[in-house]
């Protein structure tokens, strides 16, 4: 992930247009899937939970660490709701986040497509791992 962030931001004028880094403070809500349809990205520095509050009520929790992405739904190519309920990532420790608008990450991913491996390897990490 480290490498796609590099590749991301190598031109200073796209880095400014389209990412952004951000830093958070423990007990800060990072991200939720209620807030910009248009960017994807990652933590990279920090911990953080991510809470699932489906319409049942039963809330589920799992941890985010250092380049979990943040905002993979907004991959797909249509705009879909998550069905079950929203969910938001809140930081455990002082977190930073690296994210990008939506069109340019994905612009970058079919310039070199080794990219998609790198996320594709970080959805199977995350998919494979039993939530808590």
Partial sequence: MEELIRFLTEDRYLKSVY??????????VVYCNDWDKGCVGCITKGQAVMRFCPE??????????????????????EATEMHGGAYEVIALTDVTTFT???????DHMYANPKYFHCVLSQLAKRSLAPLV
């Fill in 19 to 28: 990412t952004k880094v951000k830093e958070w403070k423990q007990g800060d």
């Fill in 56 to 77: 049942d009520g039963n809330p589920t929790v799992t941890f985010l660490e250092p380049y979990d992405l943040l905002g993979v739904e907004n991959l797909m190519e």
């Fill in 100 to 106: 990008a608008k939506r069109d340019y990450y994905l």
